[in-house]
């Protein structure tokens, strides 16, 4: 009988239901891999999509994008040395200049499509967070809870939700990049691998020096889920490239932040600090009174201090106790403690106690301890999706706030006492309304929370100017410019003083440094047009509306200038635009009344007055006496519309 033939070596192996098995159970999970992904942008999506339609923001969004010349001219080799070279807004981050150059570039000044830039760059990083702990650790659920818990968040809202905090979630994405190089790197050591991560991490550093921490997030992996903690100098030796970094980075943040730093005494820091640190977990799991600004505590007292401190400790010592049994509660525990360190406060940045952004990336290190603990002591699925669900909702809410600087400063005010940060943001932003009186009204209520408040102070005293009163505004510009003696206070203080000559040299000075360039562009063609200037003025405007076309007291200024210039048709041209950035005010239409009846065309005049009247009864009957120079009547623009209505009668 003839022998059987003998299969192909490995043949049976890969028939066998021993291997056939293992396979297909990878092939699922790559598949729920890919469905848990799905999902976590699809639940990103959900919470953030609203973001499209919403405002750049009257706190930061200036100085960052829309009145900063080197981004709001794009993406040029010029603007791209300047990110490489300028510590501006008390930070070096070249690379996130860059995005936002590139943002401008791509979409212009619309804010909604930066901020879908923000929620693409969320949604990536909830992913990688997710494959990076289910590469590390070999478990699957357990990683998609904590990604799921990093997306939806209520306390990441305001990274994402703002355009200014672009840095937290760019760096974030470099910061997930990194660890997960090393991962690779700890599986399968190659140079290729090894200098990916540098890269990785200095790109990182060079989009928010916050990052100096994670060579030490390294360490923790290391301890666990890599459990390489055998040796520690060696593993301090390899990291050795990635701590040289710091120290460029670590003196690059010193000096772009020198002018920021805060006067507040070492033992008031170091108790807001660990205040700080507790009240960050009691809003981790009741995330409630959420604020674009928390202001310093006026007084912390010493149990407070002692209690948060006490608190603090004995987490840390049932970290190491338990440190054997469950070695994910100190990686965890000491990774929230570590990643806040730059920015607790210690080193004073800013006039903020605390902020949501801070938490970005240190969350994650308590996500990862409470999930990994639940999950040893068998806590349910149901609860954490109701967890889940709850913080979708919550995160959805707190990001309806973020939709303009009004909605947000409300909310700050409704949630927070003593607050004259968001007093100063609601009145800058109602004043750019046109609704002068509210923003009065909360441009002294900031000073009266704060006397020192330099920018409510220059605020009130700017708008006192361009109302039409320099002697109101010469007091508070003048407090304003000892409390912070730069080129555009004195600039409006030298303006409100009738001094035209410094007033030219300081506007100047202002936009040579591109500080709040639109505004100055506008404020020294006002000037310049006061002057009989009229051309200069002229380029000036222009200058201002190429750098932000949508510059509403820049439109209707300009449109002044060319009616008295005689050229009605382009001043229309500038009216109507007005109009269309602020479809609510009354102004525009008043002015365009009087071109039009200027040129004769009454029947377009007395529409307009009749659509300035409908709109605003008082404020358009204003707005046309102050055009006209005339005493104030309460009848004065029903009296004009009469005779308007009377000489097309004829």
């Known amino acids: 009988m003839a022998k059987r033939p003998k299969k192909p070596p490995g043949e049976a192996a890969l028939r066998s239901p021993r291997n056939v098995a293992p396979a297909l159970s990878r092939r699922a999970d790559d598949k729920t891999a890919i469905a848990i992904s799905a999902a976590l942008i699809l639940s990103v999506v959900i919470v953030y999509g609203q973001l499209i339609s919403h405002e750049f923001l009257d706190y930061d969004d200036t100085t960052y994008v829309t009145q900063n010349p080197h981004v709001s001219t794009g993406l040029t080799a010029q603007n791209i040395g300047w990110a490489f ?52 650790t070999r478990t699957t659920w357990r990683s998609a809870i904590v990604a799921a818990l990093f997306a939806l968040h209520p306390l990441h809202v305001e990274s994402v939700a703002w355009v200014s905090e672009r840095k937290d979630v760019l760096s974030a994405l470099f910061f997930m990049i990194t660890l997960w190089l090393y991962v690779l790197w700890v599986e399968k050591r190659s140079p290729g691998r090894y200098a990916l991560m540098i890269v990785a991490f200095a790109l990182g550093l060079m989009s928010k020096p916050m990052l100096i921490t994670l060579p030490f997030v390294l360490l923790l992996l290391d301890w666990w889920p890599l459990n390489r903690f055998t040796n520690i100098t060696a593993l301090i030796v390899e990291k050795l490239p990635m701590f040289a970094l710091l120290i460029p980075s670590a003196i690059l943040t010193v000096k772009a932040q020198q002018k920021a730093l805060g006067s507040i005494a070492m033992y008031e820091r170091f108790a807001n600090a660990a205040l700080s640190y507790v009240i960050y977990l009691r809003k981790m799991v009741w995330p409630s009174d959420l604020a674009v600004i928390y202001p310093f505590p006026k007084s912390i007292s010493m149990a407070q201090t002692f209690a948060a401190v006490a608190l603090l400790l004995t987490i840390t010592i049932i970290a190491i106790v338990f440190a054997r049994r469950w070695r994910f509660l100190p990686v965890g525990w000491f990774w929230y403690l570590g990643t806040l360190v730059p920015v607790i406060g210690i080193v004073q940045v800013g006039r903020q106690s605390m902020a949501d952004r801070y938490t970005y990336i240190p969350l994650i290190g308590i996500f990862i301890a409470i999930v990994w603990l639940l999950s040893e002591i068998k806590f349910t699925a149901v609860a954490a999706a109701i967890a889940l669900v709850a913080c979708g909702a919550v995160s959805y809410a707190q990001t309806a706030n973020w939709k303009n600087s009004v909605t947000l400063s409300r909310h700050a005010l409704r949630v927070t006492r003593n607050n004259d940060v968001a007093e100063t943001i609601l009145g800058v932003a109602l004043a750019k309304r046109g609704e002068r009186a509210a923003a009065e009204q909360h441009l002294q209520a900031a000073i009266k929370i704060n006397p020192d408040n330099d920018e409510a102070l220059r605020a009130l005293g700017r708008l006192k100017l361009t109302s039409g009163h320099p002697v109101e505004a010469i007091p508070l510009l003048e407090r304003a410019s000892k409390l912070k003696p730069d080129a555009p206070t004195r600039a409006a203080l030298a303006a409100a003083r009738g001094d035209n000559a410094a007033a030219v040299k300081l506007y100047q000075q ?48 300009l449109g002044a200038l060319l009616s008295r210039m005689g050229r009605d048709g382009e001043a229309i041209d500038q009216f109507e635009a007005a109009a269309k950035t602020r479809p609510d005010s009354s102004e525009p239409h008043v002015y365009l009344a009087l071109v039009y009846a200027n040129r004769g065309q009454l029947a377009a005049a007395i529409n307009e007055v009749s659509y300035a009247m409908a709109a605003d009864p008082v404020g358009s009957n204003r707005e046309f006496t102050n055009a006209v120079r005339i005493p104030f009547k309460e009848t004065n623009l029903r009296d004009y519309l009469a005779f308007l209505q009377q000489k097309a009668r004829g």
């Open 510 to 557: 202002t936009i040579a440094e591109g500080e709040e360039a639109v505004d100055a562009h506008n404020d020294f063609a006002a000037l310049l047009a006061k002057m009989g200037r009229d051309q200069e003025a002229l380029a000036h405007y222009e200058e201002a509306l190429r750098l932000m076309p949508d510059h509403y007291d820049a439109r209707m200024n």
């Open 85 to 136: 070279t300028a510590f501006h807004s008390a930070n070096w981050h070249p690379v996130t200049w860059i995005s936002h150059m590139l943002d401008v570039q791509i979409f212009g000044m619309n804010a909604g499509r930066h901020l879908m830039t923000n929620l693409a760059l969320h949604a990536i990083n909830s992913i990688l967070l997710f494959l990076l702990l289910r590469r590390a």
